[in-house]
């Protein structure tokens, strides 16, 4: 680049939170996701959080309307998108407002003035409008007033567009400024724009002017004497991408499905926060992908479930409400003992609850959330690259044990991303139906006969002589004729749970993820509190405490490793978003008297949380 | 001998029955509509392994244990989106669905509109015999207002559907009619259904002898059922009462015609099942046969139309991405668009 630096002095910082804000249409989640990528080239290693309101075009300049994008970068490694920004840029009063909060004493804000206009300052529900860029309330803070508007249109003076389309360059303005802030080259954000408008010669060059102005503004502007640097992480050699976990849920899926040679058929209908996968999924048809928009969510899972029982991979996805509807044809398919993967992206509940934000309170739903007797194994992802592992590993059970898996995520890592050290397929381990070609009792052939796993054959519709008939009534043991015998169906049903608990046996001897194998506190975490914890494990280790950490993967059945490895700690803690339903599954299965941590707030904790409780409890 | 779960293999001539013991009420109408099936799979050379039949929950989603074909005895309701998951990875097979009219207008009832609009290619046989047998006795969203049943002993208060109205309503593109008491109809009438690409609904009235003994007796018993029946041939004028009657179109609407000095067949309607506004004519023909002078009671096939399937466009569109982007290579997908290298 040949932008000309004049002499300023660069501090170095470890890692850095920036957390860009603004009204849903200020384009903060483009803003932020290109800073993201700038710095993941650049070698950081980077979590992103991205915030959006419920509504898709909240009125202008309310608080319901600001939409959030965190980033948290470093030169070493890092587990979350941060705890408290560092840095906090807002194109609006209502912005500031909203996330003052979330900005640490004495950090510093970015504020468009003009966001702060008298309306805005209204909009936003300031007392008789006061400005808090003027008025001093912000005296704890660096503050920078910039006004983005008006440099914006003056960069733009010439061009033939008009003033709204003027000012939707704003956000690469704010981008410009940024990199010249954090020492980045403007290489990336330009090739990027030149993807996105290459066609559209005007857009582009009114973009990448905006974008340089921005980045000119830094350099010349006296009010800022200060840039800071912060060099590349020690990451393992390799290449990387960026992926966020939705797309590491639909790319294991797609894996798994490969690795057995199967179609992947995705039933689902739309739903807040687990869309993009469906949207993923349906962009790679030459994979043999049949993505099926259904009329209801109880289709969604049916039609996979048709699809499964036809030879496919049959998935379906939701959140909540909709795994709510998916309940029955869940037990179906339990009972016919065919391959499904169930993906729930958990978001606030319950009923509508808070469709935009992150809980786990679906566990129980999962595990015990069935008419009768029916257990399904249940699998939960803790950090954007763990849901393509764990998506993979929801085929393999699946597909080997001919059962419905479930799968829980959630909105904080299905939409937040991370840099990842993608495998080489040939390094996934192939993944083996359980079909049959020939009858399996002599000439006879039993649907239900079951291998020395407790799996039952999957015989699929075509084959001469294997016909067979299948349904939810209950049946009798190995022919699945239907049967109403009184000890044929206690028999099933422990069959059925055996076969399940079973699959325990193939899962990998339980690992601690840091801490030493006994002592004074276990933490036990699933899902995607993943990051918050271990950062204060790591953090309380260094303070000299023994505490260690395990991250549960297996929720349903559990490791047999989990029961012998609670007992080595005089306490455990569980953190969860959600009322303690991790604590009473433990309690129940073990008789450990583990203590909760929850938070139900529809948000992700913060390190400082649970670095405070696992003090607090090791103190009692 | 024939198949099924658990017995052997062998098998000397097609016989699609299966060893297990029919548990519908004797005198049910199911019996005649399993014969017919059976009947028409036997005469149509298709082989056993090829044929599925995916029900829902009732009396009539029992069926498939009858058949030695492969069978799916799902959950209420929720046959139509097993059948479109099955059709979409699974073209080559010969698909039934076996509903009643609970579970296909009830609670299957968004199921089963979309089904019809996407066109799946499926042949749908809907037992109607406007009441809930297998729950003993209540009314259906096919009992006439005033039903009086086990829940409703003062007379239903609801309204029907008018089944066929309701396909034509979603984009059907075949739709017929036919009775348990004229096998010869029915299985002429199936094999129609049998023979088209796409989703062939045929609504079957069927006499639950337990619970609404009779629902259809005017149009099936042979002291009525020429006045009250009308069986339509494309090709063929709209003619019944034994060639007394018959239906013209005059003003773009239907009236009844004495055959005689003054009409002949010739003024009557031509049935034409190709014809989409025909056909949304020729299902309004719904009046209750208590009522004097009213239509008589269309049976047959109203309505043909020859759209893509909905499995077709699905693997359609696979086919075309792998013509644009070659056949999926994983580790470009694992890669995705945008990489950077640690060193």
Redesign the interface.
């Known amino acids: 680049m040949d932008i000309p630096t004049r002499t300023k002095t660069v501090q170095e910082r470890r890692n850095v939170v920036i957390l860009f804000a603004g009204d849903s249409g200020d384009g903060i989640q483009l803003t932020g996701a290109q800073f993201t ?1 700038t710095n ?2 650049f ?1 950081n290693d980077v979590s992103t959080f991205p915030n959006f309101p419920a509504e898709i075009r909240a009125p202008q300049g309310t608080l319901a309307g600001v939409s959030g994008f965190q980033l948290h970068f470093g030169s070493v490694e890092i587990f979350t998108p941060g705890d408290l920004c560092d840095v906090l840029v807002v194109m609006n009063a209502a912005a500031l407002k909203a996330n003052l909060s979330k900005l640490k004493q004495g950090g510093t804000i970015i504020a468009n003035t003009d966001g702060f206009d008298k309306k805005n300052l209204r909009l936003a529900g300031y007392i008789d409008q006061a400005d808090p860029l003027t008025d001093g309330t912000l005296a704890a803070y660096t503050l920078h007033s910039v006004d983005v508007t008006k440099m914006t249109r003056n960069a733009l003076e010439g061009t033939t567009l008009g003033m709204k389309e003027k000012d939707r360059c704003k956000n690469m303005f704010v981008l410009g400024f940024i990199n010249w802030m954090f020492s980045r080259d403007l290489a990336n954000s330009e090739r990027f724009l030149q993807q996105k408008f290459g066609k559209k010669a005007e857009l582009l060059d009114a973009n990448l002017r905006a974008l340089k102005a921005g980045y000119h503004y830094g350099d010349t502007s006296e009010t800022f004497t200060t840039r800071f640097e912060v060099k ?1 992480a020690p ?9 966020t976990g939705n797309q590491g849920t639909a ?1 294991g899926l ?2 798994g499905a ?1 690795k057995a040679k199967l ?1 992947l ?1 995705y ?1 689902s209908y739309p739903i807040t926060p687990a869309s993009d996968i469906l949207h993923e999924l349906s962009r ?7 993505t ?1 928009q ?3 969510e ?3 899972i ?11 991979l ?1 998935v379906t996805a939701s959140s909540g409400p909709g795994i709510a509807l998916k309940t ?2 869940m ?2 398919a339990f009972m ?1 003992e065919l391959p499904l993967v169930i993906v729930n992206v958990q978001r606030g509940g319950p009923s509508t609850g808070l469709p935009t934000k992150t809980e786990q309170a679906d566990l129980w739903q999962a595990v015990h959330g069935r008419n009768g007797e029916a257990p399904i194994p249940v699998i939960a992802a803790s950090t954007p690259i763990d849901c393509f592992d764990m998506a993979f590993e929801a085929v393999q059970i699946a597909v080997e044990h001919m059962t419905p898996v479930i799968l829980l995520t959630d909105g904080y890592i299905a939409n937040g991303a991370e840099p990842w050290r ?4 040939k390094d996934l381990p192939a993944i083996t139906p359980n079909f049959i070609k020939g ?1 399996n ?8 006969l079951r291998d020395e796993r407790s799996v039952r054959p999957w015989a699929l ?13 209950e049946k ?1 043991d ?5 049967s109403y015998d009184p000890a044929n169906h206690e028999k099933m049903v422990r069959l059925r749970a055996e076969k399940v608990a079973r699959i325990a046996d193939r899962f990998k001897p339980i690992r601690l993820d840091t801490g030493p194998p006994e002592g004074e506190l276990l933490i036990v975490g699933w899902g995607s509190t993943y990051g918050a914890i271990r950062t204060a494990a790591l953090a309380l280790q260094a303070e000299g405490h023994s505490v260690a950490h395990v991250h549960l993967r297996h929720l349903f059945p559990f490791n047999k490793g989990l029961g012998p490895l609670l007992k080595k700690y005089k306490r455990v803690l569980v953190p969860e978003m959600n009322s303690g339903q991790l604590r009473q599954l433990l309690r129940a299965e073990f008789l450990v008297d583990a203590q909760g941590l929850n938070k139900i707030q529809g948000m992700p904790f913060t390190s400082e949380e649970i670095h405070a409780a696992a003090l607090n409890l090791l103190k009692s | 001998m024939s198949t099924t779960n658990g017995t052997t293999t062998a098998s000397v001539k097609v016989d699609f029955s299966s060893d297990q013991e029919v548990r519908w009420c004797p005198g049910c109408g199911d019996y005649s509509i399993l014969k017919q099936v059976q009947t028409l799979l036997e005469q149509s050379g298709k082989k056993k392994e090829e044929v599925v039949f995916i029900s829902g929950i009732g009396c009539s989603s029992r069926f498939p244990y009858y058949l030695d074909t492969y069978g799916l005895h799902s959950i209420h309701g929720r046959a139509p989106a097993i059948v479109s998951g099955l059709r979409s990875v699974r073209p080559d097979l010969s698909v039934w669905m076996i509903t009643g009219d609970g579970d296909a207008l009830s609670i299957g009832g968004n199921h089963i509109i979309h089904l019809l609009r996407r066109n799946v290619d499926v042949n749908v046989l809907l037992f109607n015999n406007q009441i809930y047998g297998l729950t003993k006795g209540q009314y259906s969203p096919t009992s006439p207002e005033g039903a009086v049943t086990r829940s409703t002993p003062m007379g239903s208060t609801d309204h029907p559907f008018n089944p066929l109205a309701l396909v034509k309503g979603a984009d059907g593109t075949f739709i017929a009619r036919s009775m348990d008491r004229d096998p010869k109809h029915m299985r002429e009438v199936l094999a129609r259904a049998d023979a088209h690409r796409g989703t062939s609904l045929v609504e079957i009235y069927q006499n639950c002898n337990v619970f609404n003994d009779g629902a259809f007796e005017t149009f099936t018993e042979k002291a009525t059922k020429p006045i009250h029946s009308l069986f339509v041939e494309h090709g063929k004028p709209l003619v019944y009462a034994n060639g007394t009657k018959g239906i013209c179109l005059k003003d773009m609407r239907p009236r009844v015609i004495d055959i005689g000095p003054e009409f002949s067949a010739n003024d009557c309607w031509v049935h034409d099942e190709r014809d989409a506004f025909k056909a949304s004519l020729l299902v309004r023909l719904f009046d209750d046969p208590r009522m004097e002078g009213g239509f008589p009671r269309p049976f047959g096939v109203f309505y043909v139309n020859e759209r893509a399937t909905h499995e077709a466009k699905m693997t359609a569109q696979v086919k075309a991405a792998r013509e644009r982007k070659g056949e999926g290579d994983l580790d470009a997908l694992l890669k995705g668009e945008h990489t950077w290298t640690i060193v």
Do not use: C, W
């Open positions: 990528d993941a080239l070698g590349p990451m393992p050699k390799g290449t990387y991408r960026s992926i790319l797609l894996a490969q179609d058929f039933g790679h048809k030459n994979f043999g992908v049949l099926f259904a009329e209801d109880i289709a969604a049916a039609s996979a479930i048709g699809a499964s029982y036809g030879g496919a049959g029955e044809a037990g179906l016919l993608f495998p080489a397929s009858p009792d002599g000439e006879a052939f039993l649907p239900y519709p075509g084959q001469p002589g294997l016909q067979h008939r299948i349904g939810g009534i009798q190995r022919t699945g004729n239907i």
